[in-house]
């Protein structure tokens, strides 16, 4: 049980989930105060990433590892971009996919394409390495959907394992359009107007 925060003000710079992360704040009884840092910016014109859309399509990529769910869904955007969503959804659907975690997962689910693997709580790299550890994938031609930076640790693992891994970032992170919530709440803690600031994600700090 969560003890309440007794209308203790906390920051929060998570751009993604504003409302949900002000919801859970006042649920356990504090005072939101949201100051994105960070958004993401989507790659879906990248060659990189059309280039992955295509061979997942012809099955040049066998198995597909998706590590975020804003990863999966650029994936799905960037094929209908390109004018083959249906048909993007359809081929995925028949791949080896590796899903991390529920994020993923969802958007999965919601296009109806099935979910090999997904390893347990708390769904990191070494627990997704551990899950994959008995499946053959010598040789396979693996895509890995990266956060936003490379993973050097779980590609590493992959290729132990004997895939031909390949890493496709499809989106990285810039600073949001209106930066006056971030230098306001810098003001707000120097002044002591603050008690925590919640971090979400390894980029926002």
């Known amino acids: 049980m969560v003890a309440s925060l007794n209308g203790k003000v906390i920051a929060y710079v998570e751009a993604r989930m504003r409302s949900e992360m002000g919801s859970l704040i006042q649920r356990n009884g504090g005072t939101p105060y949201s100051a994105p840092v960070l958004q993401e910016i989507y790659l879906k014109d990248g060659p990189e990433v059309r280039q992955l859309v295509q061979d997942i399509c012809s099955g040049t990529v066998e198995v597909v590892v998706l590590l975020t769910g804003v990863g999966t869904r650029a994936l799905i955007q960037t094929a209908a971009a390109m004018g083959r969503e249906e048909e993007f959804i359809r081929c995925l659907d028949q791949r080896m996919v590796i899903?991390?975690?529920?994020?993923?997962?969802?958007?999965?689910?919601?296009?109806?394409?099935?979910?090999?693997?997904?390893?347990?709580?708390?769904?990191?790299?070494?627990?997704?390495?551990?899950?994959?550890?008995?499946?053959?994938?010598?040789?396979?031609?693996?895509?890995?959907?990266?956060?936003?930076?490379?993973?050097?640790?779980?590609?590493?693992?992959?290729s132990d394992l004997g895939a031909r891994v390949r890493e496709v970032t499809l989106y990285n992170w810039g600073l949001p359009e209106d930066l006056g919530p971030v230098f306001q709440m810098i003001d707000d803690l120097e002044q002591r107007k603050i008690d925590a600031v919640a971090f979400t994600s390894q980029p926002q700090p």
Do not use: W
């Open 99 to 158: 899903a991390r975690s529920p994020k993923p997962a969802r958007v999965l689910r919601h296009h109806k394409i099935h979910i090999d693997i997904m390893p347990p709580e708390p769904f990191t790299s070494e627990d997704l390495l551990n899950a994959v550890a008995d499946i053959d994938l010598k040789n396979r031609e693996l895509a890995v959907q990266a956060y936003g930076s490379p993973n050097g640790f779980l590609t590493k693992g992959l």
